[in-house]
Nanobody
Framework: QVQLVESGGGLVQPGGSLRLSCAAS???????ANWYRQAPGKQRELVAA???????NYADSVKGRFTISRDNAENTVFLQMNSLKPEDTAIYYC?????????WGQGTQVTVSS
């Protein structure tokens, strides 16, 4: 069992930046890592994904603004969010997944408002 703890969320003005971290209690190198978000009244959506080999993909809505990365030595996944918009407001969840396991964090709130 791997526990995931997200951090780095908060309140930021439009145009600002935040860096989310997802710290895992065990090794992450065999997992693909994902960041999802869920806004009030909306379904959870995939924001960014990075494979165990380091290949990244992004939702069209965040492409060019968000960057996902991973540090396998520190068992941590990051999401750098720049040029934030009010529509980025949501709870952000970290997810580790492979063919055998699927782990989720508890989420961290990101609010973009002036």
């Amino acid at each position: 069992q791997v526990q995931l703890v997200e951090s780095g969320g908060g309140l930021v003005q439009p145009g600002g930046s935040l860096r989310l971290s997802c710290a895992a209690s065990g090794s992450i190198f065999r997992f693909n890592a994902n960041w999802y978000r869920q806004a009030p009244g909306k379904q959870r959506e995939l924001v960014a994904a990075i494979t165990s080999g380091g290949s990244a993909n992004y939702a069209d809505s965040v492409k060019g603004r968000f960057t996902i990365s991973r540090d396998n030595a520190e068992n941590t996944v990051f999401l750098q969010m720049n040029s934030l918009k009010p529509e980025d407001t949501a709870i952000y969840y970290c997810n580790l997944r492979n063919v055998l396991w699927d782990y989720w964090g508890q989420g961290t709130q990101v609010t973009v408002s002036s």
